[in-house]
């Protein structure tokens, strides 16, 4: 295989897997399309022999551990924007950090290593890990520092500490250089996929942070001062305009998520709360209410635009 392909070829996608497949996915995806691609079942198909040839390519690396580590350390150097092919169309590969991958070995000697070539091979960096860690809303905004007990160089469990920006999303991840596999030119890195658990009030949309806040029946139509919780502790004051209609969004400037030189706001959603039983004065003074304003029909125009 050129050694272009290492890098343009994205052997998870041909397989339809997730870079943080199992084995026994890689495996049982693999026998899934080998099944409805095999030439014996397609003859005189060529695109699809062709197919077939790319998966059977795909899993026999990604069924192969090291070579899978190899390919692996090989696209996140090239994501990372670390090497690239020379105009022309060569083979041989130019950028500073490759050599710190791996350890200034040849590329092309790599790349015929990982594919069953021959070659020379340099010392190696270890590769990369990856572990997940969950942290809550109010650490997703306002970011924290993970305290991990982990092996990774199978010396047994080591204490790691990773900073976590502020603002970052469910789903983010962020690097620790240095705490993946031992290798002959040092150890790999250590990736951490974050889960933002769920907030109980508070939610997240873009940089803004959005909250659903209950306000009574006379609050929307007379209008009121309502104090509004923040992710802080702190409350704000947000006026009510009398007339406030059922799921109207209120924004509070300043009160989202800061990233950098961007700061979000706060979006307040007005939920009407309708009492469930009326009586006495209550049940009069709604009544009365109700004569004064019963030659208003609020749903005269339905008809009209329901005929049109």
Do not use: C, W
């Not at 041909?14 to 099944?35: C, D, F, M, W």
């Not at 070995?105 to 990856?130: C, M, V």
């Not at 209120?250 to 989202?256: D, I, P, S, T």
């Amino acid at each position: 295989m050129a050694a272009k392909d290492l890098y343009e070829k994205d052997f998870y996608q041909i397989l339809g897997v997730s870079p943080t497949a199992s084995q026994p996915e890689i495996k049982n995806a693999y026998r899934l399309k080998a099944k409805d691609l095999h030439p014996d079942k397609n003859q005189g198909n060529a695109a699809l022999e062709e197919k077939f040839k790319a998966v059977s390519e795909a899993y026999e690396i990604l069924s192969d551990s090291k070579k899978r580590a190899e390919y692996d350390e090989a696209r996140s150097m090239f994501e990372r924007g670390g090497f690239r092919a020379p105009m022309g169309g060569g083979q041989n590969f130019q950028g500073g950090d490759f050599n710190d991958i791996f350890g200034g070995g040849n590329p092309q000697d790599i790349f015929a290593n990982l594919f069953g070539g021959g070659g020379r091979r340099g010392p190696r960096k270890g590769s990369d890990l990856q572990t997940e860690s969950a942290i809550t809303f109010k650490e997703s905004v306002f970011g924290t520092t993970l305290d991990l007990k982990l092996n990774t160089d199978g010396n047994g469990p080591q204490n790691i500490s990773a900073r976590v920006p502020a603002g970052v999303n469910d789903g983010a991840k962020i690097r620790v250089k240095g705490k993946g596999s031992t290798g002959e030119a040092g150890p790999g890195d250590l990736f951490i996929l974050l889960h933002v658990k769920p907030h109980a009030l508070f939610s997240r949309k873009g940089e803004n942070i959005a909250i659903t806040v209950p306000v009574s029946f006379t609050e929307a139509a007379l209008g009121a001062d309502i104090k509004v919780p923040t992710l802080t502790g702190e409350e704000v004051t947000l006026r009510l305009a009398s007339g406030t209609s059922n799921g109207r969004v209120l924004r509070v400037k300043g009160r989202g998520i800061v990233k950098g030189a961007t700061t979000g706001d706060l979006l307040v959603t007005v939920e009407v709360q309708v009492p469930a039983k009326l009586e006495g004065a209550a049940l009069e003074a709604l009544q009365k209410y109700a004569e004064v304003v019963a030659e208003k029909d609020v749903r005269a125009e339905l008809k009209s635009k329901a005929i049109q």
